[in-house]
């Protein structure tokens, strides 16, 4: 009997291993929302990417002054981020600075809903190599569809903001192609099922004229 429990530990230890970076990231999410409803700046940015930061700045600039062809030519994951910095036009966004204090502008000011971010969990963690992930997104227990991107940087799991963008542009072409519907049409349709507001043509419009 020793002998079989000592085979089975030899076995399972590299399903216990492979285990715990899934853990990790699952944890670096369930912190990183936590301080999104804190409104918790330095706590947010830790947990996001160098990379995430740029975009994060990126998309901000884009959707304050680019061009109505700019954000067509975009992906559709950035191209919906863009359209929903428009659609909601929040004032905070006129805040200016480097990328780490643009996003602080943004969680300072409350960009998650409480409520909202307490149906979403992460789950189903697969670790793409040692420092890639993604987990699907459940809302309110049924799964979205929509993945979340990770990337292992200084030591610890972060959101990677370009990766899961690019998971939501797949789940909106996917749609677009299943229905026959244009990915901007699946884009609008998105946002005013999540915001409850009709979206109108201005979102197409910069923010600021020049």
Do not use: C
Not at 167 to 176: D, I, K, M, N
């Amino acid at each position: 009997m020793k002998g079989l429990a000592t085979l089975a530990l030899v076995l399972l230890a590299p399903l216990a291993a492979s285990a715990r970076p899934a853990d990790e990231v699952r944890g670096s999410y369930a912190a990183l929302e936590r301080a999104l409803v804190a409104r918790d700046a330095e706590g947010t940015v830790s947990l996001l990417t160098a990379a995430s930061l740029d975009e994060w700045a990126r998309l901000r600039a884009l959707a304050l002054r680019g061009s109505v062809g700019e954000v067509e030519a975009l992906a559709p994951g950035p191209r919906l981020a863009v359209l929903a910095l428009r659609h909601q036009a929040p004032v905070w966004l006129l805040r200016d600075g480097p990328p780490r204090e643009l996003a602080a502008h943004a969680v300072r000011a409350g960009l998650v809903d409480r409520a909202a971010a307490q149906r979403v969990e992460l789950a189903d963690v697969a670790i793409l190599d040692p420092r890639h992930a993604l987990g699907q997104l459940y809302a309110a227990g049924l799964p979205s569809g929509f993945r979340a991107g990770f990337r292992h940087e200084a030591g610890a799991w972060k959101l990677d903001l370009g990766a899961t963008l690019d998971g939501v542009g797949r789940v909106v072409s996917q749609v677009s192609r299943t229905t026959g519907v244009s990915e901007s049409a699946v884009i609008v349709n998105l946002l005013a099922a999540a915001t409850g507001e009709p979206v109108g043509g201005g979102v197409w419009r910069p923010l600021l004229a020049d």
